[in-house]
């Protein structure tokens, strides 16, 4: 009888101890964040940068949405009601270079087939995805920098008239069945291989990386916008005049006659944030995109304040609206206070001028000449 109660026993206290854990575990499940879904159906009003911030906890993780659905995405600024878009994390899935991918998974992706003469933007950018969640749970758990290195290449720049001294030009496709009908693309996409020049004084080296520009708008002061169309790899050094690259990743249209340069190695302090500063360097909007007449989230713009004002890669500037006096009818006026019209976040800076991401709308108004004022510094 001894025995059987000591078995009893034990059971009760067994029994007991499971439910003290699941007393215990439960907030701790409750806490769980909430899957992530696969897809996500836009609706009227949203935008990447509102999308990211919803599922993936972190607004400046739009670019890992957009990566997902270049088939679906043409230009990430403009998504319309109704696109299905996928969703990184466990129900959805994840971009994921060719290099990043065992020798053994790898398998030969399906290309479209694309008339001579159509542009990038009408084919689907087709790429590798995985069905593994570069995320988890959540996008809190993910370290990343202040200023992103695809939103830094991404990113126009004020420079001098015509750029930098030294560059090189795409100025061949290579595209064999291309030549076979006797047409020359003259427009490209992710993967597809092209003949450049490079910069006078570059020793070719495989595996080194370029950026491809175009110029923009000349300001007539001896200054000019430099738009990035994307960025190419050497594929192959022969010691010829032209090298064999390929194309990684497109930001616009990349065209033939389209000029390069070494791509500058990216380096940010993850932990690294600004911290608000009162009395902040003062400039004003000196451009925005030639298709944009008010800034929107996630729109570049240039700010007339640079190296020489002492700006940083990640300081944060804030758009206002002057403190200005409101004439009545009846003659008197009405001091109307400074309103903060938006945030944004500079992503490059040159002797010219400083690159910065629209990060926050509170009210219509960015537009060219609109003052912007230094309100959070990077250490």
């Known amino acids: 009888m001894t025995w059987i109660h000591n078995r009893s026993s034990a059971r009760r206290s067994a029994v007991a101890l499971a439910a003290a854990f699941a007393l215990i575990a439960s907030p701790l499940a409750a806490q769980e964040p909430a899957a992530i879904p696969a897809t996500h159906t836009v609706k009227r009003g949203d935008t990447l940068w509102d999308i990211a911030k919803l599922y993936l906890n972190d607004p400046f993780l739009w670019p890992e949405i957009y990566r ?15 696109e299905v878009l996928k969703l990184p994390g466990p129900g959805g899935a994840q971009v994921v270079s060719e290099d990043q991918v065992a020798p053994e998974q790898r398998q030969p992706v399906e290309q479209p087939s694309q008339p001579a003469g159509t542009t990038v933007f009408s084919i689907a950018n087709k790429r590798r995805v995985l069905s593994a969640s570069r995320f988890g749970g959540t996008a809190n758990t993910y370290q990343h920098t202040a200023v992103r290195a695809g939103d830094y290449y991404a990113a126009p720049w004020v420079d001098k008239s ?8 795409i100025v061949r496709t290579a595209n064999v069945p291309g030549e076979v009908r006797g047409v020359q693309r003259d427009r490209f996409t992710v993967d597809d291989y092209v003949f450049v020049t490079l910069p006078k004084g570059v020793v070719a080296a495989k595996g080194d990386k370029y950026l491809i520009y175009r110029l923009g708008e000349d300001f007539g002061n001896g200054t000019q916008m430099m738009i990035p169309t994307g960025v190419l790899e050497i594929s192959q050094v ?3 005049d032209a090298t064999l690259t390929r194309i990684t990743d497109f930001f616009g249209e990349v ?9 500058e190695k990216f380096a940010m302090n993850p932990d690294a944030r600004p911290a608000p500063l009162l009395l902040g360097t003062e400039g004003k909007i000196m451009w925005l995109p030639s298709n944009v007449t008010v800034g929107d989230k996630q729109d570049y713009l240039v700010l007339d304040v640079g190296l020489k004002d002492g700006v940083k890669l990640g300081d944060q500037f804030t758009v206002y609206r002057p403190r200005t006096k409101l004439q009545l009818e ?30 926050d709308v509170r009210f219509p108004g960015i537009t060219q000449g609109t003052p912007a004022r230094l309100t959070a510094r990077m250490p």
């Not at 997902?68 to 109704?82: R, S």
């Open 68 to 82: 997902l659905n270049t088939d679906v995405v043409e230009d990430p600024h403009w998504i319309y009601p109704g």
């Open 255 to 263: 065209r033939l006659g389209q000029r390069i340069i070494p791509l």
């Open 238 to 240: 022969d010691g010829t």
């Open 330 to 359: 009846d003659g008197s006026s009405v001091e109307i206070p400074e309103i903060r019209i938006g945030l944004v976040q500079i992503v490059k800076v040159t002797d010219f001028g400083a690159t910065a991401l629209v990060t």
């Open 162 to 169: 015509s750029g930098p001294a030294a560059w090189g030009e």
